[in-house]
């Protein structure tokens, strides 16, 4: 039995460019180019069918540059644009920070909210949790990809809870 994947299909993706045009005021191009740049720069699938990738993709959207084909890309270049002030590589160190310990299993504390820039929200007593799993996964691959050597990734290549990190540390470079 074949179960369709959830998300957009191809029919889905135009009427969300052209919802977000009629709730985003500062859109000065229109869904249609949107959509030609997503067929003419060679986005793959996975990016547009997902909803959050999708949206992504159209926040960093400019008619005179191509869009990112890679998930780590793609989330590179919206933190990037989320975090263009001048505290973004302490923010961005916070993020990865925080991400690596909350995969880890610890909790992180509500402090964290106020400077995340969006990218966590409020949870239950007292802490915090990143507004979308995609986006502890990408943060916690960035910290990884810090790292001296393989170690602190290896331990947990056969974990399944572990499996977006590791596709986003593989993205994040030579994947060798």
């Not at 909803?51 to 998930?71: A, E, G, S, Y």
């Not at 964290?112 to 979308?132: C, D, I, Q």
């Amino acid at each position: 039995v074949e179960f369709p994947l959830p998300g957009f299909r191809d029919s889905d993706i135009e009427p969300f460019a052209k919802k977000w045009d009629a709730t985003n005021a500062e859109t000065t191009f229109g869904a249609a180019a949107f959509l030609a740049a997503l067929k003419s720069g060679s986005v793959p699938r996975t990016l547009t069918a997902n909803p959050l990738t999708l949206t992504l993709l159209r926040h960093i959207w400019k008619p005179d540059q191509p869009l990112p084909t890679r998930r780590s890309d793609l989330f590179e270049a919206f933190t990037r644009a989320t975090l263009e002030d001048e505290d973004a590589d302490e923010t961005g160190k916070m993020l990865e920070g925080v991400a690596l310990a909350v995969q880890r299993g610890q909790t992180a504390s509500n402090e964290f909210v106020a400077k995340s820039h969006g990218f966590m929200r409020l949870a239950r007593n007292r802490t915090a949790e990143f507004t979308h799993e995609l986006w502890q996964a990408y943060f916690a691959a960035r910290a990884l990809h810090q790292a001296p050597n393989l170690e602190p990734l290896a331990e947990h290549l056969a974990d399944p809870d572990w499996r977006e990190v590791v596709l986003f540390y593989a993205g994040l470079g030579d994947a060798s």
